[in-house]
């Protein structure tokens, strides 16, 4: 199948900034960008050819970062610290993410889908087109393969490509209260095996109230050792130099980060590892403690920016959203910002087939009714009303 989008301003998101092409034309077949420039060189249309009317696209957006899969609902919990219980004092009262687990248990792997498919909808009506989704919420090794098999069927029931996740080591399961090595041990003698072929990556939470540095580093070391590619949950409440450690194992990205300092900024930066912000957990949190964004920039590690869906912590499914709030809260720019969800978001997954456009790669697009790429920063959330081409099929075109 051929279609050409023509008469479109294009923020190709290649090489440094937005890669702008003016009078842009893309044309795909079988769901692979054959051509992205200027209309001069653009070969002639044989398949179907839609007109842009001058309207932005930019590549698909990738949410590399959320949980999307969980069952049941944290207001109240909410409610309580709002009252003033810290999440801390939440968790360590069997609330939090144990609260999420015993909810998760529960649900079966169709009810999971079910509940899921509303939140990766509103995600993808706003243009996201890859999203990873992580498990952690099971916390045993039947149901975590119970997260991450729903997790993976919602691939099938969408056409988006889901990236899936182990998050096996998110928090110490009750059972296992004052055992946290022998959890450790389950989680890289069996579920790790066991979760292989369903997880592209494997991640915990390193954190006072999740896992020491010493627990995780044996928790990526299983991941490594068995192939997979890990990421980390380092440095969101406390500074024990997680990011620095997943660097060490070579991770595709540490995520949070408001606690990392300039050494942790050098050894990602040596590593290749992409900084994974997340401001709406910081939004939700209140917390006050900002990501070291300038030794980012200084260093020149990635930044890319994720919704963290999660009921404890960002309970959102809007990426745009994200993006002013990374604006307004971290002061990235917009254009920033933008990369965040696109070329960097890519690397944080490992994904090499996407977050630009341009020949070869997957065409996964989205058209936009905006006056510049800065507006899709601009709003506070609200209805984008775009045109989303996933694998070069129009799943949805605005009127
Ligand atoms: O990314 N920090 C740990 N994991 C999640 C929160 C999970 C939860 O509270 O349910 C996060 O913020
Ligand atoms: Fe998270």
Same mark, same amino acid.
């Given at each position: 199948?051929?279609?050409?989008?023509?008469?479109?301003?294009?923020?190709?998101?290649?090489?440094?900034?937005?890669?702008?092409?003016?009078?842009?034309?893309?044309?795909?077949?079988?769901?692979?960008?054959?051509?992205?420039?200027?209309?001069?060189?653009?070969?002639?249309?044989? !398949?179907?050819?839609?007109?842009?009317?001058?309207?932005?696209?930019?590549?698909?957006?990738?949410?590399?970062?959320?949980?999307?899969? *969980?069952?049941?609902?944290?207001?109240?919990?909410?409610?309580?610290?709002?009252? !003033?219980?810290?999440?801390?004092?939440?968790?360590?009262?069997?609330?939090?993410?144990?609260?999420?687990?015993?909810?998760?248990?529960?649900?079966?792997?169709?009810?999971?889908?079910?509940?899921?498919?509303?939140?990766?909808?509103?995600?993808?009506?706003?243009?996201?087109?890859?999203?990873?989704?992580?498990?952690?919420? !099971?916390?045993?090794?039947?149901?975590?393969?119970?997260?991450?098999?729903?997790?993976?069927?919602?691939?099938?029931?969408?056409?988006?490509?889901?990236?899936?996740?182990?998050?096996?080591?998110?928090?110490?399961?009750?059972?296992?209260?004052?055992?946290?090595?022998?959890?450790?041990?389950?989680?890289?003698?069996?579920?790790?095996?066991?979760?292989?072929?369903?997880?592209?990556?494997?991640?915990?939470?390193?954190?006072?109230?999740?896992?020491?540095?010493?627990?995780?580093?044996?928790?990526?070391?299983?991941?490594?050792?068995?192939?997979?590619?890990?990421?980390?949950?380092?440095?969101?409440?406390?500074?024990?130099?997680?990011?620095?450690?997943?660097?060490?194992?070579?991770?595709?990205?540490?995520? *949070?980060?408001?606690?990392?300092?300039?050494?942790?900024?050098?050894?990602?930066?040596?590593?290749?590892?992409?900084?994974?912000?997340?401001?709406?957990?910081?939004?939700?949190?209140?917390?006050?403690?900002?990501?070291?964004?300038?030794?980012?920039?200084?260093? *020149?590690?990635?930044?890319?920016?994720?919704?963290?869906?999660?009921?404890?912590?960002?309970?959102?499914?809007?990426?745009?959203?994200?993006?002013?709030?990374?604006?307004?809260?971290?002061?990235?720019?917009?254009?920033?910002?933008?990369?965040?969800?696109?070329?960097?978001?890519?690397?944080?997954?490992?994904?090499?087939?996407?977050?630009?456009?341009?020949?070869?790669?997957?065409?996964?697009?989205?058209?936009?009714?905006?006056?510049?790429?800065?507006?899709?920063?601009?709003?506070?959330?609200?209805?984008?009303?775009?045109?989303?081409?996933?694998?070069?099929?129009?799943?949805?075109?605005?009127?």
């Amino acid at each position: 199948m051929e279609r050409t989008w023509t008469n479109a301003r294009l923020a190709t998101m290649a090489g440094n900034g937005l890669g702008v092409i003016e009078d842009g034309v893309v044309a795909a077949r079988d769901g692979v960008i054959t051509y992205a420039g200027p209309r001069a060189g653009a070969p002639v249309a044989t !398949g179907e050819s839609v007109d842009c009317g001058g309207r932005w696209i930019t590549p698909g957006l990738i949410d590399c970062h959320t949980h999307l899969v *969980h069952a049941g609902d944290r207001s109240g919990e909410w409610a309580m610290r709002l009252a !003033g219980a810290s999440y801390e004092e939440i968790a360590r009262a069997g609330g939090g993410i144990v609260s999420t687990m015993r909810a998760t248990r529960a649900t079966s792997e169709a009810d999971l889908v079910a509940i899921a498919l509303p939140r990766l909808d509103a995600l993808l009506a706003e243009g996201v087109t890859t999203i990873e989704i992580k498990s952690g919420y !099971g916390l045993t090794v039947a149901d975590e393969l119970k997260m991450l098999r729903a997790a993976r069927s919602l691939d099938d029931q969408r056409r988006v490509r889901v990236a899936t996740t182990l998050l096996g080591a998110h928090a110490l399961p009750p059972e296992y209260a004052g055992r946290p090595d022998d959890y450790v041990a389950l989680v890289t003698e069996e579920m790790i095996p066991a979760a292989n072929g369903l997880a592209d990556a494997v991640d915990a939470f390193c954190e006072g109230i999740g896992f020491s540095p010493e627990q995780t580093g044996r928790v990526l070391a299983a991941a490594r050792q068995a192939g997979l590619s890990v990421k980390l949950h380092a440095e969101q409440l406390s500074a024990l130099h997680g990011a620095s450690l997943a660097a060490s194992f070579g991770a595709l990205s540490a995520d *949070h980060l408001e606690y990392a300092d300039e050494a942790d900024a050098k050894a990602m930066a040596a590593a290749g590892t992409v900084a994974v912000l997340l401001p709406g957990a910081f939004y939700f949190m209140r917390e006050t403690k900002l990501p070291p964004v300038d030794l980012f920039r200084a260093h *020149h590690v990635p930044i890319a920016i994720a919704t963290d869906c999660n009921p404890g912590t960002s309970p959102t499914t809007s990426l745009p959203l994200m993006l002013n709030m990374a604006c307004i809260l971290f002061r990235l720019s917009p254009e920033e910002a933008l990369a965040g969800v696109t070329v960097h978001a890519a690397r944080a997954l490992g994904l090499t087939d996407r977050g630009i456009i341009a020949t070869g790669l997957r065409a996964d697009l989205v058209c936009w009714k905006i006056a510049e790429p800065a507006e899709l920063a601009y709003r506070i959330g609200g209805d984008m009303n775009c045109g989303v081409v996933r694998g070069g099929r129009v799943a949805q075109w605005p009127s």
